[in-house]
């Protein structure tokens, strides 16, 4: 793994948050001011085909980028974008006993209003 690859995943492992390309390529120019955007983009789709981490494709919304490699959904605040993870056991189970047939993986995301926003 190239040393740019390496600091890409490492920001992404370290963050409390679901970045997007650009703001990992922000900090990513804090530590490693030679790198440029182009290739934080190759290094988050190599990543990605590597199984290292997950990028989240919301509907008019930027790309995010997901440590967590379990499947889980997401709850998307309506207003402010934050993105926070929520466990799914048994819905697999559940969406394959409805279906009849194998669920290999999912990506479920439920809008909602944060506690912030809602008030």
């Known amino acids: ?20 390309a650009d703001q990992i390529y922000r900090k990513a120019k804090a530590e490693m001011p030679g790198i440029v955007l182009a290739t934080v983009y190759n290094s988050l789709i190599w990543l990605a ?20 490699q379990n499947p889980h959904v997401h709850l998307l605040c309506a207003n402010c974008g934050k993105i926070i993870d929520h466990p799914s056991e048994g819905l ?19 809008h909602y209003l944060c506690s912030n926003c809602a008030e």
């Open 1 to 20: 793994m190239t040393k740019q690859r390496a600091l890409v995943l490492k920001i992404i492992r370290e963050s409390k948050e679901h970045l997007t």
């Open 49 to 68: 085909e590597q199984g290292e981490i997950k990028k989240i494709v919301f509907f008019d919304h930027k790309d995010h980028y997901d440590k967590t």
């Open 92 to 110: 697999k189970e559940e969406m394959e006993r409805r279906v009849g047939f194998p669920i290999s993986d999912y990506e479920v995301t439920l």
